[in-house]
């Protein structure tokens, strides 16, 4: 069966400082993942995503993300966060036409 | 377009009552699923639906729980006899057709609260 991991519930960072979220995953086979944000009140929508070739994937907003097969992660990435960057930010794989396995979830918070 | 739409955004019932709660996808959209989000959780899968019939219903807590999507389009999610553990937000999305990678498109989720 397949999992995912935030190994973080909460991140504070400051303003303009760079951000790494990260996330494991655990699978017997070849997954497809997801990184998709929660903005306060807002639903659940798609920051990037990662399906094959180059292990490098740039989402909206200025974030992106590196897969690495060897150590099963997906950490997310900014370089320079802005206080509308405050959000949830889920990790999920999917392997198949049907269900997407999310993981709890990593709070960032951005300080002024 | 249109996005997923699910109505009600709120619903607060009593324990025992029934529920129904529904979820319009992008039109043109053959792939449908709901998900349950608790607090502090990540959103659970409960059923997918490819067309009018249930491909995956793995996720159904119990039979409590039922979705039906007759004409291909609209889906309802019904709940019998609620209980305070179903207390949560039940999200919907949609894509296009449903294979592996693709993006699923999520609406605001209906807020459940059963007293």
């Given at each position: 069966a397949q999992s995912v991991t935030q190994l973080d519930s909460q991140v504070p960072v400051f303003e303009e400082a760079p951000v790494e979220l990260r996330?494991?995953?655990?699978?017997?086979?070849?997954?497809?993942?997801?990184?998709?944000?929660?903005?306060?009140?807002?639903?659940?929508?798609?920051?990037?995503?990662?399906?094959?070739?180059?292990?490098?994937?740039?989402?909206?907003?200025?974030?992106?993300?590196e897969f690495n097969k060897?150590?099963?992660?997906?950490?997310?990435?900014?370089?320079?966060?802005?206080?509308?960057?405050?959000?949830?930010?889920?990790?999920?794989?999917?392997?198949?036409?049907?269900?997407?396995?999310?993981?709890?979830?990593?709070?960032?918070?951005?300080?002024? | 377009?249109?996005?997923?739409?699910?109505?009600?955004?709120?619903?607060?019932?009593?324990?025992?009552?029934?529920?129904?709660?529904?979820?319009?996808?992008?039109?043109?959209?053959?792939a449908l699923y709901w998900y349950r989000q608790s607090l502090g959780q990540g959103p659970e899968f409960l059923i997918y639906f490819q067309?009018?019939?249930?491909?995956?219903?793995?996720g159904l807590p119990n039979d409590r729980f039922f979705a039906v999507r007759p004409e291909g389009s609209v889906s309802t999610l019904k709940i019998q006899r609620t209980e305070r553990g179903d207390s949560a937000v039940y999200l919907c999305a949609s894509s296009p057709g449903g294979a592996g990678g693709e993006t699923q498109y999520f609406g605001p989720g209906t807020r459940l609260l059963v007293l």
């Open positions: 996330c494991n995953y655990s699978s017997s086979v070849s997954v497809y993942l997801f990184w998709y944000v929660q903005y306060p009140n807002q639903g659940l929508q798609l920051l990037l995503k990662y399906l094959s070739g180059s292990t490098l994937v740039k989402g909206i907003n200025g974030f992106e993300a060897s150590q099963t992660s997906f950490h997310l990435r900014k370089p320079s966060v802005h206080i509308s960057d405050t959000a949830e930010y889920f990790c999920a794989v999917n392997i198949r036409d049907d269900k997407i396995i999310f993981g709890k979830g990593t709070r960032l918070h951005i300080l002024p | 377009g249109a996005g997923v739409s699910q109505t009600p955004s709120n619903k607060v019932t009593e324990k025992g009552k029934y529920v129904e709660l529904r979820c319009d996808p992008i039109s043109g959209h053959t067309g009018t019939g249930a491909a995956d219903d793995s």
